[in-house]
């Protein structure tokens, strides 16, 4: 009986790499023996263990069978006779299918190793074609090592391997719990652009995210940065959210404001009109497919219904500033309505060839906002009970809006004061 360190662990060693989580692999046991050197069975569909003491993860080495289409159409199967070579063998990615000893030493039955001096996505054996999976982990990891001047690509062989798979539908069986998951990760990643570029490139992105995908080839409006299309612009926008370390709901909000491009009709180029609207619609719909998680939904559908107007805030009025806060719901979740504004900065900066970029706008509204939120309600309502009018909840409702539209509108007054040639880009 003998275990190993194997798979993200070596690799991340190997990189130079903080090392986060272990995953042993043990050779030469059975479930039996597990159970009697202390091991708490955690596995459902093959045994894993926990470690009596560090409470690690310890898997039998096994090897799999494909049964049916999809990733959970597989059959495993352990037993003490399976060699480490042949559990390494059924992993993903070479750079994946390594493994070390108890000494150190390093097993890399596969080439590993210089996949990584290279910098190369290469699978391991036509196994990967089995797990559709896959495609969306290379897609991530793209994300996550793609860092110049060490950014990794992906083998030409791979990338063929991953097209017939598309092709094949195996990307069509994939659930999408699943999906969602390994996207959110490389959202997360430091260059998410990457991901996409990768899942595009193999086709999966138009089977995965079609409005998505439908965004290259749209052009962007003069003003903007008409030498790219929206494709390539969302792919800045999201590294942008990506380099500010904004959360998740954010980064999917800036991967999303812009698809109601994608179903503009042609005569409504350069300009766009109504694409925010056709937005809320395929927003609704991508969230619906992929059970997103309500955070980022909700963000989504609020960022490609009002980044425009977020933009145009120095054109509005004080009452129209208020509307916008109140469809936000920013009075009772201001952090998502700053959240908003993180999204729609996002959208600014993730532009080509602008110098001088800046984007006042989304201090602006936040500042428009503090203000309104200054306005006491509380004394608001007791004043307006107090002249016991007809429609009492109405005219409650009326005079707090009014009295933060005044508000705003002093704000909007004293900053036009202290900044007359402000200008928006």
């Excluded at 999976?133 to 990891?141: K, M, N, Q, S």
Aim: with cysteine; proline share 7%.
């Amino acid at each position: 009986m003998k275990s190993y360190i194997v798979g993200g662990a070596v690799r991340d060693r190997l990189l130079g790499l903080p090392v986060q989580d272990r995953d042993y692999v043990v050779v030469g046991a059975t479930p039996a023996d597990m159970l009697a050197q202390g091991y708490t069975p955690v596995g459902k569909d093959f045994p894993v263990f926990l470690h009596p003491k560090t409470h690690d993860e310890y898997a039998l080495a096994r090897t799999e069978r494909k049964t049916a289409p999809g990733y959970k159409g597989f059959v495993f199967h352990t037993d003490a006779n399976v060699t480490l070579d042949e559990d390494l063998i059924r992993r993903d990615l070479t750079i994946n299918a390594m493994a070390q000893d108890e000494a150190g030493n390093i097993i890399d039955p596969f080439n590993g190793q210089t996949d990584l001096q290279q910098r190369i996505f290469r699978h391991v054996s036509a196994a990967f074609a089995e797990d559709p999976v896959r495609i969306l982990r290379l897609a991530r990891f793209a994300a996550r090592f793609s860092v110049d001047p060490n950014a990794f690509s992906v083998a030409p062989e791979t990338m063929l391997l991953m097209q017939q798979m598309v092709a094949a539908g195996e990307v069509d069986a994939l659930v999408p719990e699943r999906v969602w998951q390994e996207l959110s990760r490389g959202l997360m990643e430091e260059r998410p652009s990457r991901m996409f570029e990768v899942l595009r490139e193999c086709g999966a992105l138009a089977r995965i995210l079609p409005e998505l995908n439908a965004l290259w080839g749209v052009p962007q409006p003069p003003k903007h940065h008409p030498e790219i299309d929206t494709g390539v612009h969302v792919m800045m926008v999201v590294d942008y959210a990506a380099s500010e370390s904004y959360s998740l709901p954010v980064r999917f909000a800036a991967l999303t404001h812009d698809l109601g491009k994608g179903t503009t009709p042609p005569d409504q180029w350069p300009r766009h009109y109504g694409h925010e609207q056709r937005g809320i619609d395929l927003v609704e719909a991508v969230c619906q497919r992929l059970k997103i998680p309500t955070d980022c939904r909700d963000l989504a559908i609020m960022a490609a219904r009002d980044h425009g107007n977020i933009g145009r805030a120095f054109e509005l009025r004080p009452d129209t500033i208020i509307s916008l806060l109140e469809r936000s719901d920013a009075f009772r979740k201001p952090q998502r309505f700053l959240d908003l504004l993180s999204a729609a900065k996002s959208d600014c900066f993730g532009r080509a060839n602008l110098p001088d970029v800046r984007f006042p706008q989304a201090e602006y509204l936040a500042q428009a906002l503090a203000a309104a939120q200054q306005v006491q309600s509380g004394a608001i309502a007791q004043q307006v009970t107090a002249k016991n009018l007809p429609g009492q909840s109405q005219q409650i409702a009326l005079a707090i809006r009014q009295a933060r539209v005044d508000a705003v509108r002093q704000f909007k007054e004293q900053f036009q004061a202290e900044n007359p040639n402000n200008i928006a880009h």
